[in-house]
């Protein structure tokens, strides 16, 4: 097999089936602080940061009141979210605090550092960012990931000094 993904690839972004429209628009827009970009109609809504037509679209066209999926079925694990710095994560990890809104996770992969939660319909995310790559862990020449506890006190201190905006 010859063919390889062109290395400038990415993923565009995803689609999240949800049981209430509203609910989840509370959720990405007012506490992960997405901005809304367009409304198809009262069953859909595409949302993004900095100004891209979408990150993340939410529908209820097969899911309207509909429960959560269940837990051991095949289908997404989970939507990681990227954060372009450290202190980033942390604001955003703050604020899910502020909000009283749980994580289920958080975890230092040597490449990365994320938290996990599950938004109002159970679906999966992870919010981290990305160490620089020379510092990634490497054994014999290939990259060596693992899960370690994330050191969430030193991450906060990411916030230290910060001018309220």
Aim: hydrophobic share 35%; charged share 25%; proline share 6%.
């Amino acid at each position: 097999m010859d063919y390889k993904v062109p290395p400038l690839t990415k993923i565009g972004h995803v689609h999240l089936k949800v049981a209430d429209l509203k609910r989840s628009i509370d959720f990405y827009t007012g506490v992960l602080g997405f901005e809304i970009t367009q409304f198809f109609g009262d069953s859909a809504v595409f949302v993004s940061a900095g100004g891209y037509h979408h990150h993340i679209g939410l529908n209820t066209w097969y899911s309207k009141n509909a429960p959560p999926a269940p837990e051991h079925t095949a289908g997404l694990f989970h939507v990681a979210i990227l954060y372009s710095e450290r202190k980033e994560l942390a604001a955003i990890v703050k604020r899910l605090s502020d909000h009283d809104y749980p994580l289920t996770g958080a975890s230092d992969h040597g490449v990365s550092e994320a938290v996990y939660l599950n938004d109002p319909d159970g679906n999966g995310l992870e919010l981290y960012w990305d160490k620089p790559k020379d510092s990634w862990p490497m054994k014999n020449e290939k990259l060596e990931m693992g899960t370690l506890p994330l050191d969430l006190e030193g991450l906060m201190k990411e916030l230290e000094g910060r001018v309220k905006g």
